[in-house]
Each structure stands twice: as structure tokens, then as C-alpha cells.
T-cell receptor, first 114, second 114 residues
């Protein structure tokens, strides 16, 4: 089962920041937090990941709390094309072994409104 | 940007027939995965493949399913005798394999069993 909890849906106005929360209170020290999104029925698209420090890339920012029990994905200027299901996933990232798989939950459906 | 490609994009087959879904992972990646998503449901892990053998499989991946990497580039999922409930989107993913890397997904094959 997924080890994360996310709200089922959120709305955001176009051009505003979208802040998507995720709880992962049972995360282990060697588990990373990954975010993916799925637009309609397309393949999941990687967004960002982190271990304990905040991360930023061209798509989004990831804020991880100091105790690592929760995180927030921030899309700084949401557009209509960002409407998708967003998945927060914790994953052990080891070299070798079967623990590299991603376990998807139900995610958050983000609806960006014009 | 390198990508995972899947063919065909849509396959319709009669119940009881064999189907082979094909994937070309990113060339230097070492781990390969198949996932499926029944319409309206979660993305579910089926199988992971590393070093030319299955490293992990889920309960869904029963004897009707098999995977292989016949020529070092393609990665295939075979369903020996399809059932109506096999109708789903099937996603292939690949992972470089080192610590702190992300998995990339293909755009999927929509399998319809009639």
C-alpha cells in the first residue's frame, strides 16, 4: 500500500501558485519523496524528488518539513495544462534490488481554473 | 530528451488470445518495469526486471504474464490468454538504477479485450 496521504482534489486559479500537501508520517531515513503527475490517461510524468532538503527545478519546488513527515509540492504559476492527478510517493532508492519500484496511491486531482 | 517508447498505442484483442506489448526503455537504464491502470483506478505495479531476470512481481502478475528482453533493447510483456479484466492501460518504465534517480514512463498501451 501507498505510504502517503493526499487530499483527493484541489482547485487553483490560473496564474496562482498551487500548493499540494502530502503526509508521509512513517517515512524511513533512507526513503526519498517523489512527485509524479498524470495528465488524463497518459504515462506518469516525473516532477521532482528530495530526501530532506528543499528542492527546485524548472517545473516545481518541493518543501520537506524538518521531521520529514510531510511535504508540499509547489507549482509557482499554475496553467490550465497543469490540470492532472499528482502523486506523492516515498521510495527507497538503492542501487540494486526490487525496492526501486514506485507504489502509487490515489493522488490529488488538481483542477486549474481559468 | 531520451524517452521510453511503447507500441502499439492501442490494441484490441479477442478474449483468449495472446498479446505482446512492446517497450523500448531508455538506452543506458538498468531497471525495467510494467505497470497497469484499469480505467478509473490506481496505477498498479506488475513486475520489475533487472539483470535479465524478474526481481519482483505483484500478485497480479500470475502465470498468464511473462516478460523478456529478447535483444537488449526491447522489453516485452506477454499475456498468454487474455481475459476481459485484462483491459487496461499498460505502462512501461525504466530507471537508471543508481541512487537518487527517477523512473521514466512511456505513454502506455491501451489494451481492450473483447
Amino acid at each position: 500500500d501507498a505510504k502517503t496521504t493526499q487530499p483527493p482534489s484541489m482547485d487553483c486559479a490560473e496564474g496562482r501558485a498551487a500548493n499540494l500537501p502530502c503526509n508521509h508520517s512513517t517515512i524511513s531515513g533512507n526513503e526519498y519523496v517523489y512527485w509524479y503527475r498524470q495528465i488524463h490517461s497518459q504515462g506518469p510524468q516525473y516532477i521532482i524528488h528530495g530526501l530532506k532538503n528543499n528542492e527546485t527545478n524548472e517545473m516545481a519546488s518541493l518543501i520537506i518539513t524538518e521531521d520529514r513527515k510531510s511535504s508540499t509540492l509547489i507549482l509557482p504559476h499554475a496553467t490550465l495544462r497543469d490540470t492532472a492527478v499528482y502523486y506523492c510517493i516515498v521510495r527507497v532508492a538503492n542501487y540494486g534490488g526490487a525496492t526501486n519500484k514506485l507504489i502509487f496511491g490515489t493522488g490529488t486531482l488538481l483542477a486549474v481554473q481559468p | 530528451e531520451p524517452e521510453v517508447t511503447q507500441t502499439p498505442s492501442h490494441q484490441v484483442t479477442q478474449m483468449g488470445q495472446e498479446v505482446i506489448l512492446r517497450c523500448v526503455p531508455i538506452s543506458n537504464h538498468l531497471y525495467f518495469y510494467w505497470y497497469r491502470q484499469i480505467l478509473g483506478q490506481k496505477v498498479e505495479f506488475l513486475v520489475s526486471f533487472y539483470n535479465n531476470e524478474i526481481s519482483e512481481k505483484s500478485e497480479i502478475f500470475d502465470d498468464q504474464f511473462s516478460v523478456e528482453r529478447p535483444d537488449g533493447s526491447n522489453f516485452t510483456l506477454k499475456i498468454r490468454s487474455t481475459k476481459l479484466e485484462d483491459s487496461a492501460m499498460y505502462f512501461c518504465a525504466s530507471l537508471l538504477g543508481q541512487t537518487n534517480t527517477e523512473a521514466f514512463f512511456g505513454q502506455g498501451t491501451r489494451l481492450t479485450v473483447v
